[in-house]
């Protein structure tokens, strides 16, 4: 019985790879490669969640992008799910907007109060009683802190923020 294999020549194999003008190929592969670090190192840049503290709304290892011009013109608001950077773009949290600057933040019994008036969270899904100090915010300085208020207040990172160390929204 003879088998039959069936051999691709060369230059098609070359034609289906580089294209029928390879330096049409080449260019329209260093525009896209262009293209793409411009937009994933200064316009989006991609990051991975790890961490409870902002469950239900983003779990641990999963994938998002920070828009990184979303506070160009304009200035971040309450609610936002910020990326916030710690050591290079890369080492972010992920918290949400609560304290807007020259506010006055603080926890009572587990509710957020903003210049003495609760805070409706309807994101927040379990609560802790956690009670801090009365924070008053600078006028570059905002106040965030994860979705996931049933973790112990020590197991969270929260707080006053400069506006300098915000990155980005996120997107995802």
């Known amino acids: 019985m003879a088998s039959y294999t069936a051999a691709v020549p060369l230059s098609l194999t070359r034609r289906i790879i580089f294209g029928r003008d390879p330096r049409r190929t080449a260019v329209r592969v260093i525009a896209l490669a262009g293209v793409a670090f411009i937009t994933f190192t200064w316009l989006l840049t991609p990051i991975r969640t790890q961490g409870d503290s902002m469950l239900p709304t983003y779990r641990s290892d999963t994938f998002n992008l920070v828009n990184r011009l979303s506070y160009a013109v304009g200035r971040p608001s309450r609610g936002d799910i910020v990326a916030i950077r710690l050591a290079g773009p890369s080492v972010v949290y992920v918290k ?23 805070l409706d969270e309807p994101y927040v899904r379990h609560r802790r009683a956690w009670d801090t100090p009365e924070l008053t915010l600078s006028p570059q300085e905002y106040y965030v802190v994860g979705d996931n208020r049933g973790m112990p207040a020590g197991g969270h990172s929260f707080g006053a923020v400069d506006r300098g160390r915000i990155l980005g929204k996120v997107l995802f």
């Open 96 to 118: 949400r907007i609560v304290g807007l600057p020259g506010e006055r933040v603080t926890f009572v019994k587990g509710v957020l109060h903003v210049n003495g008036t609760p």
